[in-house]
T-cell receptor
């Protein structure tokens, strides 16, 4: 777990603003994921990436965008199109996709001003 | 579509008692079933996992059982302690895909 980091820990967004959440891993994992967690809820998949320069939409991709230019990094942008962005965002990585253990970062809590 | 159902949503036990959490999954191609523990405000952490070629796996006070025919798997915690209090998530990884589907979580309270 220590090999995957997220920043910032807390992020405040003004209405109409795009914000970017950082996720970095030094585990040499090919696959990376972004999840959204609402209070008292489970994990919902936003985007995932199997390999550099490739990513796929998850179940709730609308209002979000990602890039995967480097193996170590998978930033998530919450755009102004996401009308209800307040949540706990978790990044994860795994050696490969599919039937492999996912290791989670510490999370970023996004709040709307 | 793929789905994982988890029960109960809340579980309260007395310290020293056992706790059981059950999950069912929809895709028979699933072959990997991890369990995660999440303490308040923290990241989910893997506590145990099982693959479809195994029916049961145990690690100290924690055990997981898998019934592939019925498509369900369970987490068993024996001799519960207050520090076991957390939210537990089951998950199923679907063969050939890159998605892991998570259950909605079970909030476990262990009363001292």
């Amino acid at each position: 777990d220590g090999g995957i980091t997220q920043s910032p820990k807390y992020l405040f967004r003004k209405e109409g603003q795009n914000v970017t959440l950082s996720c970095e891993q030094n585990l040499n994992h090919d696959a990376m994921y972004w999840y959204r967690q609402d209070p008292g809820q489970g994990l919902r998949l936003i985007y995932y990436s199997q390999i550099v320069n490739d990513f796929q939409k998850g179940d709730i991709a609308e209002g979000y965008s990602v890039s995967r230019e480097k193996k170590e990094s998978f930033p998530l942008t919450v755009t102004s199109a996401q009308k209800n962005p307040t949540a706990f965002y978790l990044c994860a990585s795994s050696i490969a996709g599919g039937e492999e253990t996912q290791y989670f970062g510490p999370g970023t809590r996004l709040l709307v001003l | 579509g793929e789905n994982v159902e988890q029960h109960p949503s809340t579980l309260s036990v007395q310290e020293g008692d056992s706790a059981v959490i059950k999950c069912t999954y929809s895709d028979s191609a699933s072959n990997y079933f991890p369990w995660y523990k999440q303490e308040l405000g923290k990241r989910p952490q893997l506590i145990i996992d099982i693959r479809s070629n195994v029916g049961e796996k145990k690690d100290q006070r924690i055990a997981v059982t898998l019934n592939k025919t019925a498509k369900h798997f369970s987490l068993h915690i024996t001799e519960t302690q207050p520090e076991d209090s957390a939210v537990y998530f089951c998950a199923a990884a679907f063969g050939g895909g890159f998605k892991t589907i998570f259950g909605a979580g079970t909030r476990l309270f262990v009363k001292a």
